[in-house]
């Protein structure tokens, strides 16, 4: 009965009917303006969420409850939540409406929760992450949050901790953090790293999007701002001691902490870092060290990493990478190609890889996999 404008009096009709009821399994009252007197210009009145809260514990069948976007007040929106932890009633989360306290209840019930695009934070994720680690009904297997804000330290430690903790959850999806101007990728990927490494459960990561690559400057050094970047001669990077230099001299410290993390991961099968600027050799290398000595994953994406700048060195990445997969013999699938995905399977009988745009990197790194096909 969602989005039929019930107000206080409807829902109170309703609740009035309902109460007793043993045979309704599932309720969506979503988008009644349960807690107006009236749906235009309406007024407070929270009779109709007074009388639906308390017809709930007399539905002994009744599991799942959407009572999102109904204009109620956050001290009895709180009330109701407690109201669902004690009937152990099931939430329905689909609603893009839904409040994120209601959606964090619900993580005690729902085998599947999505908390995409809604701007949380490190301290949503601290939340979040509360609740995952005590989540001992065991219900909660695949927890997706991707287009958020988390792309900080903090928010790293705090999901590291989450999957330190864990031992239920198999699917995690934190992609596309990036775009905001805290974003910290490479110290996030660092902090997640320890998690990772701790974790014995999470079958599939996906952490594309998130910038883990960028370099980090080493202690001593800093990049000149106002160094003239038309300039094809220009050496921004300045040591303490005076020296400069045109190079960058940071290394991509977020993949290769997350290299290492997943080398002796016993567990996880499916990684997708795509688009995350990968394209350099010390990444490369850091991949390939990961895959000579992981035994475990069966799928691997890379591709979108090329931003067509003049850091990319996508041969260099490929060459490193392919001496990983040389090594691996487990790898199923792996997508790749700095422009295009492009996707070669070891049970394959046959791949069209035409218009792809894949390059002298897509080139190698295809022909590495190639011996694989079966």
């Known amino acids: ?60 069948a009744l599991y799942s409850l959407d009572i999102s976007d109904n204009r109620v007040p956050d001290g009895q929106a709180q009330e109701i939540d407690k109201l669902i932890r004690r009937n152990r009633l099931r939430p329905i989360t689909q609603d893009s409406e839904k409040s994120f306290s209601e959606l964090v209840v619900a993580l005690g019930w729902v085998s599947s929760l999505d908390l995409s695009s809604r701007f949380l934070d490190h301290e949503d994720a601290s939340v979040v992450a509360e609740y995952v680690k005590n989540n001992r009904s065991g219900a909660l297997v695949k927890l997706v949050m991707k287009d958020n804000a988390m792309l900080t330290k903090e928010a790293g430690k705090a999901l590291a901790d989450m999957l330190a903790a864990n031992s239920i959850l198999k699917e ?126 069966t799928e691997l994406d890379v591709s979108d990493n090329g931003y067509d700048s003049d850091e990319d060195d996508g041969p260099g990445f490929a060459q490193e990478l392919a001496v990983g997969l040389g090594a691996n013999g487990a790898l199923e699938t792996i997508t790749f190609g700095d422009k295009q995905a492009a996707m070669m399977k070891t049970d394959m009988t046959k791949v069209d890889l035409s218009g792809k745009e894949l390059g002298a990197s897509g080139a190698i790194i295809a022909a590495a996999f190639l011996p694989k096909c079966r």
């Open 1 to 60: 009965m969602s989005t039929n404008d019930l107000c206080a009096a409807g829902t109170k009709a309703l609740a009035e009917a309902l109460r007793g009821n043993s045979i309704m399994k599932e309720l969506s009252l979503a988008g009644n303006k349960m807690g107006l007197d009236k749906a235009w210009r309406g007024t407070t009145n929270m009779s109709g969420v007074m009388a639906i809260s308390n017809a709930i514990p007399t539905m002994g």
């Open 172 to 297: 995690l999806d934190i992609s596309d953090q990036a775009g905001y101007r805290h974003d910290d990728g490479p110290g996030f990927a660092k902090e997640l790293a320890a998690g990772v490494t701790a974790n014995s459960a999470v079958t599939s990561l996906k952490i594309s999007g998130n910038n883990i690559s960028a370099l980090v400057l080493p202690q001593g050094w800093v990049e000149d701002s106002d160094a003239d970047s038309s300039d094809d001669e220009a050496e921004p990077f300045i040591h303490e001691d005076g020296r400069r230099q045109k190079a960058h001299p940071g290394k991509p410290e977020g993949v290769i902490a997350l290299a290492d993390a997943i080398k002796n991961n016993g567990v996880l099968v499916s990684l997708i870092m795509s688009a995350n600027a990968l394209l350099s050799k010390e990444a490369g290398k850091a991949l390939a060290g990961m895959l000579a000595a992981n035994s475990v994953l």
